[in-house]
């Protein structure tokens, strides 16, 4: 098994940054992919942005140049960070942290990020 913790959401003015942690424990493998995606009330929960462990990353369409995934440079301390600038209202959002190996898939319980305008 594989828990995982987001923070650093909150509520912020359009055009604000925040910055999201995830932090992963337990039954870990070597080779995994970590992604952010997050669900606004009413629609389907989206990909924001992924990262491999070779740090190859992709973005969702709305959020390219504005939000930048990465991960510890060692992943040692298993932590992925969403950087989010410029955000907008519709940013606005549950934002969950997932962990993905060997065909199986975990999810944190989302950390709220709410944009005004």
């Known amino acids: 098994q594989v828990q995982l913790a987001e923070s650093g959401g909150g509520l912020v003015q359009a055009g604000g940054s925040l910055r999201l942690s995830c932090v992963a424990s337990?039954?870990?493998?070597?080779?995994?992919?970590m992604a952010w995606f997050r669900q606004a009330a009413g629609k389907q929960r989206e990909l924001v942005a992924i990262?491999?462990?070779?740090?190859?990353?992709?973005?969702g369409d709305s959020v390219k140049g504005r939000f930048t995934i990465s991960r510890d440079r060692d992943n040692a301390k298993n932590m992925v960070y969403l950087v989010m600038n410029n955000l907008k209202p519709e940013d606005t959002g549950v934002y969950y942290c997932?962990?993905?190996?060997?065909?199986?898939?975990?999810w944190g319980l989302g950390t709220q990020v709410t944009v005004s305008s």
């Open positions: 990262i491999t462990m070779g740090g190859t990353t992709n973005y």
């Open positions: 997932r962990h993905s190996s060997r065909g199986r898939e975990y």
């Open positions: 337990g039954s870990i493998s070597s080779v995994n992919v």
